[in-house]
């Protein structure tokens, strides 16, 4: 599944650059997250691969829903514009994710960056990998000296919604404001773009407040495969896609720590 979501990844690439390269035109969903005509002509092509290389299995995108099934257990998981405003705003670290699911768990993660040539991606139980434009791939390994104190952290998040410094998205107010506090240093990262830094090593912890089954499915093995934690902002590690919050970290003890400083 691994080699299909790759190559998946790879037909679209062109796609969505040379979108990118004009883009402007949006349009707001009911629940003001941003969309364009190239967030549905790369959720169709995607459809369109898995259809042919993988007929009988059921598809969950971001633009057009469940395909293939009446509830979602396992299959392919796809957001075609990860990080849409920053696609139409002109920052080049939007990225096109691509999950494999099964009963729930996924197991094969795909974050492709196409507007830098960056592919992270990763299987269960075969570990993590970066593949640049140069075409070289290297495996992704976090070292024992990662932190395990958020005082010795670089700690990011993807924005101040559902958070202390604005609450008027999201049902949980979380304490980002204490992170900012603690932390060794803090940035904000583009959506996937920071949780594949905590999988380098660039960063230690990444926060997101806010999400939805296909922006976590795909980062999900590829943290655990580079040999980080991930759970939910509550602390939980079971069904983390569906959680509707992500923390990724370097280590276990850090994300616990982590958890602690996010909620009342």
């Known amino acids: 599944m691994l080699a299909i979501a790759l190559e998946a990844a790879k037909s679209v690439r062109a796609m969505t650059v040379e979108a990118f390269q004009g883009a402007g035109s949006f349009d707001y969903k009911p629940d003001r997250s941003v969309v364009t005509e190239t967030d549905l002509r790369v959720e169709s092509a995607l459809r369109e691969h898995f259809a042919q290389h993988t007929p009988d299995v059921p598809i969950l995108g971001e ?49 492709s960056f196409p507007a830098i040539s960056t592919v992270v991606y990763a299987a269960k139980g075969q570990g993590c990998y970066l593949k640049t434009h140069n075409g070289l791939s290297r495996r ?9 104190e958020v005082a010795n952290a670089v700690i990011s998040a993807s924005g101040i919604h559902s958070s202390t410094y604005n609450q008027r998205e999201g049902t949980t107010i979380y304490h980002l404001d204490r992170v900012v506090s603690c932390a060794r240093d803090f940035i904000f990262a583009n959506d996937a773009y920071q949780h594949a830094m905590v999988a380098t090593g660039r960063l230690h912890g990444a926060i997101d407040t806010i999400m939805k089954p296909w922006d976590s499915a795909a980062l999900i093995p590829c943290i655990r495969e580079a040999g980080g934690d991930v759970c939910s902002l509550s602390g939980e590690r079971d069904n983390v896609m569906f959680s509707g919050s992500l923390l990724s970290a370097s280590t276990p003890e ?10 009342p």
Do not use: C, H
């Open 140 to 148: 992704l390994t976090l070292g024992t000296d990662a932190p395990k």
């Open 63 to 111: 633009e057009f829903g469940l395909e293939g099934d009446t509830v979602f257990e396992s299959g392919w998981v796809i957001d075609p514009i990860d990080g849409t405003r920053a696609f139409i705003y002109g920052i080049p670290l939007f990225s096109t994710l691509i999950a494999y699911v099964e009963k729930g768990e996924p197991i094969v993660g795909v974050i």
């Open 254 to 263: 850090l994300a616990e720590q982590l958890v602690k400083l996010m909620n």
